[in-house]
């Protein structure tokens, strides 16, 4: 599934957060209602649990049953007492003060505060209920048609490579050998690129919309995914059996919504970028020392199995 960019900065944010262990730091010396716990001078009360524990539950739903339990209540209070040790002792040793830990305290802090602002207005803001999900389904009955399509792909790394095997395959160059030679997906390459038969639903959904849009023999422009430049080749296409509904709804909200809140953060972000004042001196890059490049494979780096297609 495609990751969109403002989505991309709450994962990133949300994987440093995760390093901590048990979400945010609960409990504190004078802690309200009956105190559950204690390390030392420290307290933690039935309600600060409560509240980590439901922290806890919105990253990962699947713990419910488990944190519901007594016995696994227990286990994350083990967590707990862990934590607060590990804590003070740090801070028996001061090491809040050196300046290497400020400084990760100072990065994490502007990621929390990235992530609550890219929540409260793309994530908060931006939603797709079952009306507009059924509206879409309607309105584009051959994305559910269940057809598959047969494919070749030629996989390369920049734009200017990908118009000059166009160029070359307007001269009747051989698609399947072009691939053979300079295709960087090293695992269809030998055979000529080909993908074999794939459904909408496996492939990125830009290159999906070209390749359904194909006809026999006719290869596509080249398409942008995150792996590269693809020019695309359909060898044959099969009608398949139409999805309903209920098979798609969920898929299908997922798609619209991500798809909507990456509108709504590219818009907003181009309106931060017209407000602001940015100078950039780029005479000034590179920068730093970071020791000499590496050594140039003997073979193209290994790319995923079926470039422009879902692992």
Same mark, same amino acid.
């Given at each position: 599934?495609?990751?969109?960019?403002?989505?991309?900065?709450?994962?990133?944010?949300?994987?440093?957060?995760?390093?901590?262990?048990?979400?945010?730091?609960?409990?504190?010396?004078?802690?309200?209602?009956?105190?559950?716990?204690?390390?030392?001078?420290?307290?933690?009360?039935?309600?600060?649990?409560?509240?980590?524990?439901?922290?806890?539950?919105?990253?990962?739903?699947?713990?419910?049953?488990?944190?519901?339990?007594?016995?696994?209540?227990?286990?994350?209070?083990?967590?707990?007492?862990?934590?607060?040790?590990?804590?003070?002792?740090?801070?028996?040793?001061?090491?809040?003060?050196?300046?290497?830990?400020?400084?990760?305290?100072?990065?994490?802090?502007?990621?929390?505060?990235?992530?609550?602002?890219?929540?409260?207005?793309?994530?908060?803001?931006?939603?797709?209920?079952?009306?507009?999900?059924?509206?879409?389904?309607?309105?584009?009955?051959?994305?559910?048609?269940?057809?598959?399509?047969?494919?070749?792909?030629?996989?390369? &790394?920049?734009?200017?490579?990908?118009?000059?095997?166009? !160029?070359?395959?307007? +001269? $009747? /160059? @051989?698609?399947?050998?072009?691939? *053979?030679?300079?295709?960087?997906?090293?695992?269809?390459?030998?055979?000529?690129?080909?993908?074999?038969?794939?459904?909408?639903?496996?492939?990125?959904?830009?290159?999906?919309?070209?390749?359904?849009?194909?006809?026999?023999?006719?290869?596509?422009?080249?398409?942008?995914?995150?792996?590269?430049?693809?020019?695309?080749?359909?060898?044959?296409?099969?009608?398949?059996?139409?999805?309903?509904?209920?098979?798609?709804?969920?898929?299908?909200?997922?798609?619209?919504?991500?798809?909507?809140?990456?509108?709504?953060? &590219?818009?907003?972000?181009?309106?931060?970028?017209?407000? !602001?004042?940015?100078? +950039? $001196? /780029? @005479?000034?890059?590179?920068?730093? *020392?970071?020791?000499?490049?590496?050594?140039?494979?003997?073979?193209?780096?290994?790319?995923?199995?079926?470039?422009?297609?879902?692992?």
């Amino acid at each position: 599934m495609k990751i969109t960019m403002w989505r991309a900065v709450v994962l990133a944010v949300g994987c440093t957060i995760g390093l901590l262990g048990c979400g945010k730091e609960g409990g504190n010396a004078k802690s309200q209602g009956p105190v559950l716990l204690t390390v030392n001078e420290w307290s933690y009360s039935a309600a600060d649990l409560e509240k980590e524990l439901g922290q806890q539950l919105r990253q990962a739903p699947q713990m419910q049953p488990f944190f519901a339990t007594k016995e696994g209540q227990q286990q994350f209070l083990d967590r707990v007492v862990r934590r607060e040790l590990l804590l003070q002792e740090a801070e028996k040793r001061k090491l809040g003060d050196q300046p290497e830990v400020a400084e990760q305290v100072a990065t994490l802090r502007r990621e929390l505060m990235i992530r609550a602002l890219v929540q409260d207005e793309i994530g908060s803001k931006i939603k797709v209920e079952e009306k507009d999900v059924d509206e879409y389904f309607k309105a584009h009955p051959e994305e559910f048609s269940g057809d598959t399509v047969h494919l070749r792909h030629i996989l390369v &790394q920049t734009e200017d490579e990908a118009k000059d095997l166009q !160029a070359r395959l307007a +001269k $009747n /160059e @051989s698609f399947e050998e072009l691939a *053979k030679k300079y295709s960087r997906d090293t695992a269809t390459a030998p055979k000529g690129g080909d993908l074999g038969d794939l459904s909408r639903e496996q492939m990125l959904p830009d290159f999906a919309r070209v390749a359904f849009g194909l006809k026999p023999g006719e290869v596509s422009a080249p398409v942008k995914t995150p792996f590269g430049f693809h020019l695309i080749k359909l060898v044959d296409r099969k009608k398949g059996q139409a999805l309903a509904f209920e098979q798609v709804k969920g898929q299908l909200q997922r798609r619209l919504l991500d798809e909507r809140q990456s509108q709504r953060f &590219q818009a907003w972000m181009k309106d931060l970028e017209g407000g !602001a004042k940015v100078t +950039k $001196n /780029e @005479s000034l890059l590179p920068v730093g *020392k970071f020791g000499p490049p590496e050594p140039a494979p003997s073979a193209p780096a290994p790319v995923d199995t079926k470039a422009g297609t879902k692992s």
